[in-house]
DNA sequence: TTGAATGCAAATAATTTGCACGGAT
DNA sequence: ATCCGTGCAAATTATTTGCATTCAA
């Protein structure tokens, strides 16, 4: 089940929505949080498809490239990646700087929203930066590290 | 002229201040701006400071642990720091995700601040951790790239 | 049949580690 | 004398690339 959706953008990129890059969607789909490409070739070996690490890592970078995934960044010295939900405004991150954990933050404030936007226009203005999208992390200790 | 302060954070953690660690600090001081180990080691070396690429390494580790540097990330696929001293009460980035040049951003708005403190207060509340510190990263076309 | 996609292994790049030495306390 | 900090080189980890093969329009 990869979405309709999905198809399009495939298409309109001149690319295949090939079984790995589908098995791959479908990891995340399952998943819905994000991951790193090792975790992914791991959660694609568990469910017996044979994709190599190497497929792995160019189909994230292209699906990133399609706007499909979004990039991610942990500072644990890997690169994470997401689904972007369509509906989500934006996105934080709760990072434990004691046990690494993370996690996603997607409810979303109206105010929050707003204010956003307000200081992204406030930016382009002032840095002459065309912006396209942001992403919060906050950092501090989760329940069990504190 | 490594500051005071410094050397009484080196003493609460029974850390000394080398000669390394303070050409480090110095380095930064002068760029004022976020650096990459490789970056760091560069501009030794231009100083005439011979300081190994590990021990580098080692103490932008250290620096950061102590809350003197903070760790920033670029998706460039390596970590990069700055000081802590130059952003303290937050500190944004731009990020061109075209040439991938980063730009920082550490103009205060009164408005900006008073939002994210309050942002962090209720996120401490729906999900119980206890934040320490955030950061926000804009990505987009920079002027050059438009 | 032709270019796109993949697997595998080798190549790179960034960072970390082991170990012996030198210097400060 | 002891232990911290360091340099060097080797090791590890994450990611990318070259190339021959396979696959799909």
Same mark, same amino acid.
């Given at each position: 089940? %990869?979405?309709?959706?999905?198809?399009?953008?495939?298409?309109?990129?001149?690319? *295949?929505?090939?079984?790995?890059?589908?098995?791959?969607?479908?990891?995340?789909? $399952?998943?819905?949080?994000? @991951?790193?490409?090792?975790? %992914?070739?791991? *959660? !694609?070996?568990?469910?017996?498809?044979?994709?190599?690490?190497?497929?792995?890592? *160019?189909? +994230?970078? +292209? @699906?990133?490239?399609? =706007?499909?995934?979004?990039?991610?960044?942990? =500072?644990?010295?890997?690169?994470?990646? $997401? !689904?972007?939900?369509?509906?989500?405004?934006?996105?934080?991150? +709760?990072?434990?700087?004691?046990? =690494?954990?993370?996690?996603?933050?997607?409810? !979303?404030?109206?105010?929050?929203?707003?204010? !956003?936007?307000? @200081?992204?226009?406030? @930016?382009?203005?002032?840095?002459?930066?065309?912006?396209?999208?942001?992403?919060?992390?906050?950092?501090? +200790?989760?329940?069990?590290?504190?």
């Amino acid at each position: 089940m %990869v979405k309709r959706k999905w198809k399009e953008i495939f298409h309109n990129f001149d690319k *295949r929505p090939t079984p790995s890059r589908c098995a791959i969607l479908e990891v995340f789909e $399952e998943e819905k949080s994000h @991951l790193s490409a090792e975790e %992914v070739h791991e *959660r !694609l070996k568990q469910k017996r498809k044979k994709v190599g690490i190497a497929t792995v890592y *160019r189909n +994230l970078d +292209l @699906l990133s490239r399609m =706007g499909i995934l979004r990039r991610v960044n942990f =500072g644990d010295g890997r690169e994470h990646y $997401e !689904l972007v939900q369509t509906s989500e405004t934006h996105h934080h991150h +709760l990072v434990c700087v004691n046990c =690494g954990k993370a996690i996603d933050y997607s409810e !979303l404030m109206d105010e929050e929203r707003e204010f !956003l936007n307000r @200081l992204e226009k406030e @930016l382009e203005k002032k840095h002459g930066f065309q912006i396209q999208s942001h992403q919060v992390y906050f950092y501090g +200790l989760c329940e069990k590290c504190q």
